[in-house]
Nanobody, 116 residues
Framework: QVQLVESGGGLVQPGGSLRLSCAAS????????MGWYRQAPGNQRELVAR???????NYVDSVKGRFTISRDNAKNTVYLQMNSLKPEDTAVYYC??????????WGKGTLVTVSS
């Protein structure tokens, strides 16, 4: 069983930065991948960034070059560094763990608001 808790969201001006953290209560070292997703009002939840066990990463085109996903297995934590934020990045950001036997775990989300 893995429990995920996101933190680091808040209000930031356009062009600013935030770093989101996803802390896992159980070990995520056996999970095949960790991802950050977001859901804006009226939109479907979308994948933002994903990191697999080998360290390979992928990003949605709209955040490439601005966001960076990383993981610290010793701390059971996954991060999302977000730079050059835009109003369209406003959303609730969720962490997800893709673990063995196809089991996925979700956090409850953290709100990011980009506005002047």
């Amino acid at each position: 069983q893995v429990q995920l808790v996101e933190s680091g969201g808040g209000l930031v001006q356009p062009g600013g930065s935030l770093r989101l953290s996803c802390a896992a209560s159980g070990s995520i070292s056996s999970c095949n991948a960790m991802g950050w997703y977001r859901q804006a009002p009226g939109n479907q939840r979308e994948l933002v960034a994903r990191i697999i066990r080998t360290g390979s990463t992928n990003y949605v085109d709209s955040v490439k070059g601005r966001f960076t996903i990383s993981r610290d297995n010793a701390k059971n934590t996954v991060y999302l560094q977000m730079n050059s934020l835009k109003p369209e990045d406003t959303a609730v950001y969720y962490c997800r763990a893709d673990c063995t036997y196809g089991i996925n775990y979700w956090g409850k989300g953290t709100l990011v608001t980009v506005s002047s």
